[in-house]
């Protein structure tokens, strides 16, 4: 089965969108709405589901895909606020915590430098804590 990427970002109005860009291939769109990154991404897979029984139904093709969530940087770092401090991130990446802030309040938007340099931080401590074994 195909995996296609689903974007999710905050708006200005300070709600979230999850759609899949046109590079997916697919002969159809879906796109979600909510308040949170979860309600968007839930109405996102409610969407899905719908266009796949209508399918169904109309004895119509239906391309099934699996999904692979992705943020903006804005949109990451709000979904995990109550997780990851702008301190812990900063030590972590590299990033001052004033940028990573401008960051979700739209002042600045990141390069494209600077969001590699936080996702790859993410998943080396991401990889660290997989093989972390306690005692």
């Given at each position: 089965m195909k995996t296609v990427r689903v974007l999710?970002?905050?708006?200005k109005d300070g709600t979230y969108g999850a759609y899949m860009p046109d590079d997916n291939?697919?002969?159809?769109?879906v796109i979600g709405e909510g308040n949170s990154a979860e309600e968007a991404k839930q109405d996102f897979i409610g969407v899905y589901e719908a266009m796949k029984k209508a399918a169904e139904e109309n004895n119509?093709?239906?391309e099934e895909v699996e999904f692979n969530f992705a943020f903006d940087v804005p949109s990451f770092l709000l979904y995990y606020s109550d997780i990851l401090s702008y301190k812990g991130l900063s030590k972590l990446t590299g990033v001052s915590?004033?940028?990573?802030?401008?960051y979700i309040s739209g002042y600045r938007v990141p390069s494209h430098k600077t969001t590699e340099k936080i996702q790859n931080a993410l998943h080396t401590i991401g990889n660290e804590l997989s093989r972390l074994q306690l005692v």
């Open positions: 999710i970002e905050r708006g291939n697919l002969s159809y769109g119509e093709q239906f915590a004033a940028q990573l802030s401008q």
